[in-house]
């Protein structure tokens, strides 16, 4: 078996985007767990490097706050998405 590395000259690895299905999906299936964890400690956090991820996580906290009927905010950086509940 062989085993392959990545080097400086090996092509970059691409991120395939997530269809509509798998949008839907993943938004579904996210949600369960971000609720669980906004409950336990208030905040969420995950890497969100492209814009269909973040975009995945924002759904994902509006269904969070619609279903709790609280507000729910995120916010992305480029790197991580946060979703938490607001301080007042």
Do not use: C, K, W
């Not at 905040?43 to 269904?63: G, I, K, N, S, Y």
């Amino acid at each position: 078996m062989r085993r392959e590395t990545m080097t400086p000259h090996s092509p970059a690895l691409r991120h395939t985007p997530l269809d509509a299905d798998e949008m839907a999906r993943s938004e579904l299936a996210f949600s369960p767990l971000v609720t669980e964890h906004l409950l336990a400690s208030g905040r969420f956090r995950v890497t969100a490097e492209t814009p269909d991820m973040v975009e995945l996580f924002q759904r994902v906290a509006r269904r969070v706050g619609d279903a709790l009927g609280r507000p729910v905010v995120s916010y992305a950086n480029g790197r991580d998405i946060v979703i938490a509940f607001p301080s007042m």
